[in-house]
């Protein structure tokens, strides 16, 4: 019977003790995180301010916005995106295109406001009219890069690159055949670099690049989580079949409607900066909001590797992601060293989770 009650009593003392310490980061953690996330740096709201299409109202008071001048608009709240509203003619006010409630505006709050609406890139989908999925041309993706994205690429970073793919070969991280299309995400520099593999001379040519924006948990809040972007390697012919396209409930979120939403699978993340505490969390490729759209460059995403309309439309109809005429979506920080990269992507879980039903694809964006 004492046996019983020491093992019980030990039992009781374990539970206590990781109850405190959970008690402990949900309140001190957290409430330090939430007012960090309340200050957004102005280097990164530059853009937003000096454009003039978007409304900044910062509030002292809480109250209830009178109509803007906007039928339908996109609210950001500090860092945090609120979704979509439409104007309400009975109860005259903007109400949430998905839950269906009224925008209240909070005290001492920043919103960022602007129309639901995208620019045209029609003349992108003309040039994309030439391009095939089965014969891509380098030199064709090379000049769409240079008249709608840009190709910059410092010595420094193509060195580490190729550097860093030589490495996985050698390693067998990775398998590629010739001509095979590769996509580098670097959060340093917060790009994302398209190359292919040149096997005959055993290189990489740079084809293009564009900005992108990864996860941040330095923005985590009460109502809101930001994971790190995992550092790892992702054959995306596994998770192809778990695509799926923006629709006109969800646009505001993953990019105009019918934009393509690039799925990498389920895997474990700690819930914030330096945590020991892990979550299953689904990521992937997608485009963002108008408001967004301009941070990209910046670590502002909950996790998701947000991406531009213009690269969106590019991987779609090149098929770069999908599992023919490439599959690797490699994950790397060139502010570490190559041996840190290497050792992250191999601790990286590469097994991941069954994949759930598109009902279920998200839990961030």
């Known amino acids: 019977m004492m046996k019983h009650a020491k093992g019980y009593f030990g039992l009781m003392v374990i539970i206590s003790i990781f109850s405190q310490n959970l008690w402990a980061y949900n309140t001190n953690s957290m409430k330090k995180n939430y007012h960090e996330a309340v200050r957004l740096p102005d280097t990164i709201l530059k853009p937003l301010i000096e454009d003039k299409k978007i409304t900044k109202i910062k509030t002292t008071v809480a109250y209830q916005p009178q109509y803007l001048g906007m039928d339908a608009i996109y609210v950001k709240e500090n860092i945090d995106n609120l979704g979509k509203y ?30 639901v609406q995208y620019a045209k890139i029609s003349q992108l989908d003309d040039a994309l009219k030439t391009i095939g999925k089965k014969n891509i041309s380098a ?8 008249n709608y994205n840009n190709r910059d690429i410092t010595k420094r970073n ?19 055949k010739n001509r095979e299309y590769l996509f580098i995400v670097d959060k340093k520099t917060q790009r994302a670099y398209i190359f292919t593999f040149q096997k005959s001379l055993d290189t990489i040519e740079f084809i293009g690049s564009d900005k992108i924006s990864t996860g941040n948990p330095r923005y985590n809040s009460r109502n809101n989580r930001y994971f790190e972007t995992p550092i790892g390697i992702i054959n995306r012919a596994k998770y192809r079949r778990g695509d799926w396209r923006a629709v006109s409930k969800n646009a505001f979120k993953y990019g105009e409607k019918s934009d393509r939403v ?8 700690p819930i914030a900066y330096q945590s020991k505490f892990k979550r299953e969390v689904h990521l992937a490729i997608h485009s963002t909001t108008p408001i967004d759209a301009m941070l990209l460059g910046h670590k502002v995403s909950k996790g998701c590797i947000r991406i531009s309309r213009h690269l969106n439309k590019i991987l779609n109809k090149s098929a770069l992601l999908d599992g023919k005429n490439g599959k690797y979506v490699i994950i790397i920080d060139s502010s570490l060293p190559m041996a840190e990269n290497i050792r992250q992507m191999m601790l990286f879980s590469s097994k991941s989770l069954k994949n759930r039903s598109k009902k279920y694809a998200m839990h961030f964006y």
């Open 158 to 176: 193509l060195s580490f690159y190729h550097e860093l793919v030589q490495t996985l070969l050698a390693d067998r991280l990775i398998w590629l």
């Open 139 to 146: 030199q064709k993706l090379k000049d769409l890069f240079e």
């Open 86 to 115: 439409r104007w309400n003619k009975k109860s005259k006010t903007y109400i949430n295109a998905l839950n269906h409630r009224a925008l209240k505006f909070k005290k001492n709050h920043i919103y960022l406001i602007s129309k």
């Open 262 to 269: 690039y799925y990498l699978g389920t895997y474990t993340i």
